[in-house]
Each structure stands twice: as C-alpha cells, then as structure tokens.
C-alpha cells in the first residue's frame, strides 16, 4: 500500500505514548500512578447524565443540523459571550464534535498551502500536526519561565512574523505550562495581530478551569473579535472528556464555512449529547463547583509534595489541571542522558508517570532547563500523596 505524502506530516497527542507506556508497566502487575494525561477520574454531574439519557428516551437519537441544534448554538452564544463580554448570536456559533475539531477545520478555511501558522511551543501537539498535515509551514513560539510562572517570548514572535505568517494560535490558559497572559502581554497580541492582520485561534478548553482570578478572552479586547475564533469544550468544564461535543464561536462568515465542514466530515454531533450539552449550561452548576474544589484540592497538595523534593521547583499555577515542574536540579544530580530516561526510570522506580517538556514540540533553542509535565485531572488525593511519596524517596536517594 503506498501511502499518500501528507499522511508523513501527521501528528499525534503525544501523551498517549506515555499512556502506553504506564498501560504495559501496568499490565506486569506493577501499582502505575497515572499525572500523564489529561483525562478525568470524575463523573459528569449526574443532571446532565440524566439529560443525555432524557433525550434518548425520547427518541433524539437521529441526524441532527449540521451547524448544532438550534438550543444549543444559542445556549452556547449567550454562555461564552456572557463570561467575555461579548455579543455572540446562535449564527456565530457551530457546534463540534469536541474541541479538537476546531483546529483542522480553522486551517482548512483560513490556511493557504505555504501560509506560515504561528503556534506555542511548548504547546498542544496537535496544533503543529494539523498545520504541516495541511500543507502550512508551522512556526513555533516559546515561553520564558519566571518566578511567576510563564511570559511569551515576544522578542521570538515578532521575529518570526513575515509577509507568509497569516494566522496564530493562542491558548490562554495553557497546556502543558498552566500559562496564562496578564492584561499588558494579551493586549501586545491584539495590537500586533491587528497590525500584520493576523486571524487569531483562541484555543479556551480551560477559561473555566481556574481557582483563583478572572479569566479573559483576546477576541474582548477592541479589534479582536471579528478576526478571533474561540474553541469551545465541555469536556473540562463538565468532566464530559468522552462525551465529545465543543463549539466554535466567531464571525458568521467563517462560522458558515465551519458548517460546510460539519456537512462533509461527521454530518452532525450527536443529537442526544447536544441536548445534554444543554442542560450543562443551563442547569444546575453544584457539579461544576464540585470539579473545581476537588481539583483545586489536588493542585494544592501536588503543589506543596512537588516543591518538597530536593532539585525540583513549580509555580501553583492558578488555571487548567496542569503543572509544569522544573527539574533541573533532579536530572544533573542522577545524571540522566536525556528526559526520555529520566521519565522511564521513575515509571520503574516508583510507578509514577508524567509526560516530559519534549512531547510538546521539539525544545527550541536556548532552552537551557528541564520541565516535566504533571495532570492531575485523573488522580485522586491520597494516590498523588503516595504516588509523589515514592518518588521524592527515589530522586533525594
């Protein structure tokens, strides 16, 4: 079988290699404790389980509109518009079979073959896959890691711009890094993508995911938001990560191309989901609450364990379910040859699994420390104590 060209540029999420990894060390009958992915060990509140179910029994269970049920493109316009300041219709919005989709079908209509895509590096692996997948030249940007966490590079980002760069990825709220911009960095990205007429992708899986703050959006500040899409998800939110459905939210015309797409790639979300969806908007938000306290409770303990240990640092980041450890001081004392042994030989040291700086994008240069990523999404308290336990007494021995 000969396989077409573009199938050599394709990506994948790089922690679930991880995930086979700790899968098969687990499988020997050895105790894995899972910080690699970011899934969730919570249940999605029990009244949009009941919601999902409702409407299966009540036959939602064909094709529904390309674009999303109509209940559901307003609901998510009034919601998301809501919590940035912004005016959204149902027709700004297309509902997606979860967040990820957003990223191809944004490329697919905005992305010239040739077109040079700015993306975070250390970032979410699939925005590099897509754009090389699709024919763009992919151009990373990077982050400066200081005592409060992690600032742009912008010296790299205007450095990088040239008359091909034509679109940016932005994920406030970051994945792997728990990154987020202050008010002065978010509005030095408005300015400069008005100013090389950039289309920005907000990437916001996580602008509910927070514990202390206030989320903001780019596509509120003036200008921004008629060259903004916003990716949308409930997986987070809502614990719904395998329920699949998410939205895209932006200016009509190239909402109205997204719903083409739909057409031609999965037709329609689910219908039954779609209404559950619904109700996770609209219902009762005690579930939503409980996420966030138990979250914020591992955080808090991952935090205070992980600073504990002898050669490792990280900023309590105060978004997402991430954190983005520096352990420099661990990797010149055991003197490991790379990250790769460093992360398996603590899965068979100590069961503990994590994903490493590099299954984020190929580490750029001048970047002279070493991070490790830990989600704790999927982990309960007492296991993260005991999983962190065994390997502080690995790496101080």
């Not at 518009?81 to 697919?108: H, T």
């Not at 970051?174 to 002065?184: H, K, L, R, T, V």
């Not at 206030?214 to 200008?223: D, F, M, Q, R, Y």
């Amino acid at each position: 079988m000969k396989w077409a060209k573009r199938i050599g540029n394709l990506g994948t999420e790089t922690a679930f290699a991880v995930s086979a990894d700790a899968k098969a060390w687990a499988e020997k009958g050895h105790d894995v404790f899972p910080f690699h992915l970011g899934d969730m060990n919570i249940r999605t509140p029990l009244n949009i389980i009941e919601a999902g179910h409702q409407a299966m029994l009540d036959g939602k269970t064909g094709y529904g509109p390309a674009p999303g049920i109509p209940e559901l493109r307003a609901a998510l316009a009034e919601d998301v518009g809501r919590a940035r300041g912004l005016a959204f219709a149902a027709e700004n919005v297309s509902v997606q079979p979860g967040g990820k989709p957003s990223i191809g079908k944004w490329l697919m209509a905005l992305m010239e073959e040739g077109d040079e895509v700015l993306y975070p590096n250390p970032g979410y692996p699939i925005y590099e896959s897509q754009i090389e997948y699709l024919g763009g030249v992919a151009v990373p940007y990077g982050y400066v890691p200081t005592d409060s966490g992690f600032t742009i590079n912008r010296e790299q980002v205007e450095a990088a711009i040239t008359p091909r760069t034509r679109l940016i990825f932005y994920n406030n709220g970051q994945n792997p890094i728990g990154a987020e911009s202050d008010d002065e960095e978010m509005q030095w990205l408005a300015d400069l993508a008005q100013k090389h007429d950039l289309q920005v992708f907000s990437d916001e899986p996580y602008f509910d995911i927070r514990y202390a703050g206030k989320s903001k959006s780019i596509a509120s500040l003036p200008g921004m938001q008629e060259r903004t899409l916003i990716a949308y998800t409930f997986s987070k939110k809502y614990a719904m990560t395998g329920w699949r459905v998410g939205g895209a939210l932006g200016p009509q015309p190239l909402i109205d191309v997204f719903n083409k797409l739909n057409v031609n790639y999965e037709s329609c979300t689910a219908t039954f989901i779609q209404h559950a969806a619904v109700e996770a908007l609209q219902g009762d938000q005690s579930g939503y609450q409980s996420i966030i306290q138990i979250l914020q409770e591992r955080r808090d303990v991952l935090v205070d364990l992980l600073n504990s240990i002898e050669g490792v640092s990280v900023y309590r980041a105060p978004v997402t379910f991430y954190l983005f450890a520096d352990v420099t001081g661990v990797y010149q004392r055991k003197n490991y040859a790379s990250q790769a042994d460093l992360r398996q030989e603590a899965l068979k040291q100590t069961g503990v699994s994590f994903c490493s700086r590099s299954h984020f994008g190929k580490p750029l240069p001048n970047e002279d420390r070493v991070f490790i990523r830990f989600a704790y999404s999927g982990i309960d308290v007492d296991r993260i104590q005991a999983g962190i336990g065994k390997l502080k007494a690995f790496w101080e021995s």
